[in-house]
């Protein structure tokens, strides 16, 4: 079982640039999260998803969309990146039981 | 919002000393869990407290959840080098899914050897 995967594993962007994180898992798990972590400030909800076909914002939004077309892939864009999203950026996953988060390696993405 | 507040956030020990990390929530919580991030990779969980009052020990790792419910602690006895990391409080979100889960800040843990 690979768990939850994350691609890329590095990206430099320039500022104005999009791209797309991808987030796989291989758990079935109902549930997937996006996370940004910065260093003091611990780990902060983007958007998440409730099921298949479901997005919800989480506590910093803005500036990213989010896609859950299939069950088993969370996708995360930056349609215009800025300096300000330069962070670590770990995906998770948890069933319908208990709220139990699996998290990827992480992306790390610097924006220029 | 909820917020979720972690001290300290650095700690640096000799090993063989005890550590501890505090966590202490704005609200009451349903249950709260905790996390370790080794130096570059990814949280993983550690373990989910759920009854006022309830002690668990994972070896040397004694975790709390106070009797009201807003606070947590971690204490490591005797810590080894292979302690090192940073180490997350996380509980429900009080607004919104309580699927989703509001992390404190971390408390970086360095064991000198």
């Known amino acids: 079982n690979a768990g939850v995967t994350q691609t890329p594993k590095f990206r430099v962007l320039k500022t104005g640039q999009s791209m797309t994180l991808l987030c796989a898992q291989d758990m079935n798990h109902e549930y997937m999260y996006w996370y940004r972590q910065d260093p003091g400030m611990g780990l902060r909800l983007i958007h998440y998803s409730v099921g298949e076909g479901t997005t919800a914002k989480g506590e910093v939004p803005d500036g990213y969309n989010v896609s859950r077309l299939k069950k088993q892939n969370f996708l995360l864009g930056l349609e215009s990146a800025a300096p300000s999203q330069t962070s670590v950026y770990f995906c998770?996953?948890?069933?319908?039981?208990?709220?139990?988060?699996?998290f990827g390696a992480g992306s790390r993405l610097t924006v220029l | 919002g909820q917020q979720v507040m972690q001290i300290p956030q650095y700690q640096h020990v000799q090993e063989g000393e005890d550590f501890t990390t505090y966590c202490n929530s704005s609200?009451?919580?349903?249950?709260i869990q905790w996390y370790k991030q080794r130096p570059g990779g990814h949280p993983v969980f550690l373990i989910q407290l759920v009854k006022s009052g309830e002690v668990k020990k994972q070896k040397r790792l004694t975790f709390q959840f106070g009797e009201a419910k807003k606070n947590s602690s971690l204490h490591i006895t005797a810590t080894q080098t292979t302690d090192v990391g940073t180490y997350f409080c996380a509980g429900p979100g009080s607004s919104g899914s309580a699927r989703q889960l509001t992390f404190g800040s971390g408390t970086q843990l360095t064991v000198l050897p």
């Open positions: 609200t009451t919580l349903s249950n």
């Open positions: 998770a996953s948890s069933s319908t039981g208990a709220n139990v988060l699996t």
